[in-house]
């Protein structure tokens, strides 16, 4: 007896773990990725009609961040001369979010160009642990998209 998509039960096994999930900076993968983040805002203003205070979209803002396991430098120097040189590098970044154990063959990638760093860490420890550094960035929506998205 064949069901109907409302009909499916989705076990736990079939819900996402990050576990998989890969990013790829300027088209090199990072291995050491901890954890990743990228999100559109939307930049609104009030609008009153009658009594209501409505909104509207005036704007959109993308924002987020890598946060790496540090095992090489991932050419922060280069970053930070350009910065020291007056110039403002822009970078792509793509994120893939895939599980082997969710639905067979469902995969979300995302990609996104003209992304610029708000900071870069230089240095950073704590005795005892891991070393992470975190990257946060900003971008321009529009050069955004979804190469690869579940149905």
């Given at each position: 007896m064949a069901r109907d998509a409302e009909d499916v039960?989705?076990?736990?096994?079939?819900?996402?773990?990050g576990n998989h999930g890969r990013v790829w900076w300027d088209g090199e993968l990072l291995f050491e990725i901890s954890k990743f983040e990228c999100?559109?805002?939307?930049?609104r203003e009030d609008v009153i009609i009658g009594n209501s205070v409505d909104s509207k979209?005036?704007?959109?803002?993308?924002?987020?961040?890598?946060?790496?396991?540090?095992?090489?430098n991932r050419n922060i120097n280069a970053y930070l001369e350009e910065w020291k040189?007056?110039?403002?590098?822009?970078?792509?970044?793509?994120?893939?979010?895939?599980?082997?154990?969710?639905?067979?063959g469902q995969v979300e990638r995302c990609s996104i160009d003209n992304v610029w760093f708000n900071e870069l860490t230089l240095m950073s420890f704590?005795?005892?642990?891991?070393?992470?550094?975190e990257f946060p960035f900003?971008?321009?929506?529009?050069?955004?998209k979804f190469i690869e998205d579940i149905e």
């Open positions: 039960i989705y076990r736990g096994r079939r819900r996402w773990n999100k559109v805002t939307a930049q979209v005036v704007g959109l803002k993308g924002e987020g961040s890598i946060t790496i396991k540090s095992v090489i040189n007056g110039h403002d590098p822009r970078a792509t970044i793509v994120g893939l979010l895939e599980d082997p154990d969710a639905v067979e704590e005795k005892g642990n891991v070393v992470t550094k900003g971008f321009t929506p529009e050069d955004s």
